[in-house]
């Protein structure tokens, strides 16, 4: 049996209680601190397949050094490799960083599209990078799927999805509108913190009864 409308209502009212001592995620914060749509973009590049605690420091070591379109591509790859590593993939992101920088310059003006299929034209921008950059860095509704808004969202028990793309357009169908805009920063704080891939926290888990813990064989 699904968990419904009214129970995810009520997780997610559960869950922005029990985040407001944890972290938010660097994508997150890189938007609050910054506020701009193109840093926000980079980051995301930034932050796949990398943790957290390793795309903040590149990003603000990057932002210090140049902040524009047209200040990263003046970088050479070389010291722009330097500047983000050790996030993974260094050496490929740092020339994806300079492909995005050109196509945004020579293609859009300068400006970073507000649109997810404006944004996956651009190479190296995938669906969860294109919707996290809609929400976080224009504030619009979106819904980025990651590992842990894939796993939690089945593991509730809400909808039953094999890949992040299934689960992004259930979402799309099930989700009221209104929870979009911060249903991937609560989901991320909360599986990296609380409801872990392996052997989740349940005995610290605010959403403990309401979870049908779908899938879990162990947990703590």
């Not at 590149?58 to 590593?85: H, N, S």
């Not at 300068?110 to 997810?116: A, K, M, N």
């Not at 995938?126 to 809609?134: C, D, E, F, I, Y």
């Not at 704080?189 to 349940?202: A, E, H, M, V």
Request: proline share 6%; glycine share 6%.
């Amino acid at each position: 049996m699904f968990l419904t409308n009214i129970q995810i209502a009520q997780v997610i009212k559960l869950l922005k209680k029990a985040l407001r001592d944890l972290p938010d995620p660097s994508v997150t914060l890189v938007g609050k601190k910054f506020k701009s749509p193109f840093l926000v973009l980079i980051s995301c590049l930034l932050s796949l397949r990398t943790r957290d605690e390793t795309t903040l420091p590149a990003c603000e070591r990057l932002f210090a050094r140049a902040d524009t379109m047209q200040g990263m591509l003046e970088i050479p790859v070389a010291e722009l490799q330097k500047l983000i590593y050790p996030v993974g993939f260094y050496k490929t992101k740092a020339l994806v960083i300079h492909g995005v920088c050109r196509d945004l310059l020579e293609r859009f003006a300068g400006r970073v599209p507000d649109d997810i299929d404006e944004l996956l034209t651009l190479k190296g921008v995938g669906r969860k990078t294109a919707n996290l950059v809609v929400i976080e860095g224009f504030g619009k509704p979106g819904i980025c799927v990651d590992t842990h808004v894939h796993r939690i969202s089945n593991r509730l028990g809400y909808i039953k999805t094999k890949t992040p793309l299934e689960t992004e357009f259930a979402l799309r169908a099930k989700l009221p509108a209104p929870y979009w805009l911060d249903y991937n920063a609560q989901l991320v704080t909360w599986g990296q913190n609380i409801c872990k891939p392996i052997s989740p926290l349940c005995s610290k888990c605010i959403i403990n009864s309401i979870c049908q813990k779908v899938g879990v064989a162990t947990r703590r």
